[in-house]
T-cell receptor, first 115, second 113 residues
Framework: AQSVTQLGSHVSVSEGALVLLRCNYS??????LFWYVQYPNQGLQLLLK??????LVKGINGFEAEFKKSETSFHLTKPSAHMSDAAEYFC?????????????FGGGTRLMVKP | KAGVTQTPRYLIKTRGQQVTLSCSPI?????VSWYQQTPGQGLQFLFE???????NKGNFPGRFSGRQFSNSRSEMNVSTLELGDSALYLC????????????FGPGTRLTVL
C-alpha cells in the first residue's frame, strides 16, 4: 500500500523567504509523484509532477521539487515566497502500474506568508 | 479546452436523503475519479471509472456508488445520507497519455443537516 507523509500541517514564512514543504512517500513500485495547491473554495491545481524523466522537477509559479529515491522524499521548494502563495499544498503518489489510477494524498500543509 | 466541471457547486440535504453529483471531464478524457475531502480525514479516493467501467474503488461503504456514461460524464450517488458525509466532493479527469496527471474540478460542497 502506498502512503504519503507531509511533515508540518502548518508552515509560516515571511514574504521573500525560502519555502520548503516536506513530503515523504512509501511505495512498493516506482511511483508517480505530484504536488497540488488548493486555494479556498477551489479544487486542486497541479503544481508539478515527477514521472521518472528527471529528478529535479520545475513547476508553475516558481516552485520546484526534487525526487530523492534513497530518502523516499519529494520536497517542494520556492526560493522567495509571495503573499499569493498562501494556500494549502498536497503531496500525492500514484502507481505507474496499469491497474487503474488512484492518487494517495498526504494530509496537506497550510502555508501562511507574513508580510 | 474547457476544464472539469461539477454540478451543483453547493448542496444542502438532510439525514436519510440521497444525493447525486455530476462531473463532466475534459473533452477526450476517458478516466474520471472521485475524491472526498473532509477536515478530519483529508483527501480520500472514492472510485475511478474508465470507459463506463469501475476500475478502482476506495474503502467506502456501499452507500457510495457511481457510474459513467458513454460520453465519459460521471455521476456519483450517496444514499441514506449521514452527517459525516458532509464534505467537498472532487472529481478529476485524466487523459490516457500515460503520466497519470489528473485534472480536478472545483468540487461540490455537500452539507448534511
Amino acid at each position: 500500500a502506498q502512503s504519503v507523509t507531509q511533515l508540518g500541517s502548518h508552515v509560516s514564512v515571511s514574504e521573500g523567504a525560502l519555502v520548503l514543504l516536506r513530503c515523504n512517500y512509501s511505495s512498493s513500485v516506482p511511483p508517480y509523484l505530484f504536488w497540488y495547491v488548493q486555494y479556498p473554495n477551489q479544487g486542486l491545481q497541479l503544481l508539478l509532477k515527477y514521472t521518472s524523466a528527471a529528478t529535479l522537477v520545475k513547476g508553475i509559479n516558481g516552485f520546484e521539487a526534487e525526487f530523492k529515491k534513497s530518502e523516499t522524499s519529494f520536497h517542494l521548494t520556492k526560493p522567495s515566497a509571495h503573499m499569493s502563495d498562501a494556500a494549502e499544498y498536497f503531496c500525492a503518489v500514484s502507481d505507474m502500474g496499469d491497474a487503474g489510477n488512484m492518487l494517495t494524498f498526504g494530509g496537506g500543509t497550510r502555508l501562511m506568508v507574513k508580510p | 479546452k474547457a476544464g472539469v466541471t461539477q454540478t451543483p457547486r453547493y448542496l444542502i440535504k438532510t439525514r436519510g436523503q440521497q444525493v447525486t453529483l455530476s462531473c463532466s471531464p475534459i473533452s477526450g478524457h476517458r478516466s474520471v475519479s472521485w475524491y472526498q475531502q473532509t477536515p478530519g480525514q483529508g483527501l480520500q479516493f472514492l472510485f475511478e471509472y474508465f470507459s463506463e467501467t469501475q476500475r478502482n474503488k476506495g474503502n467506502f461503504p456501499g452507500r457510495f456508488s457511481g457510474r459513467q456514461f458513454s460520453n465519459s460524464r460521471s455521476e456519483m450517488n450517496v444514499s441514506t445520507l449521514e452527517l459525516g458525509d458532509s464534505a467537498l466532493y472532487l472529481c478529476a479527469s485524466m487523459s490516457t497519455s500515460g503520466d497519470n496527471e489528473q485534472f480536478f474540478g472545483p468540487g461540490t460542497r455537500l452539507t448534511v443537516l
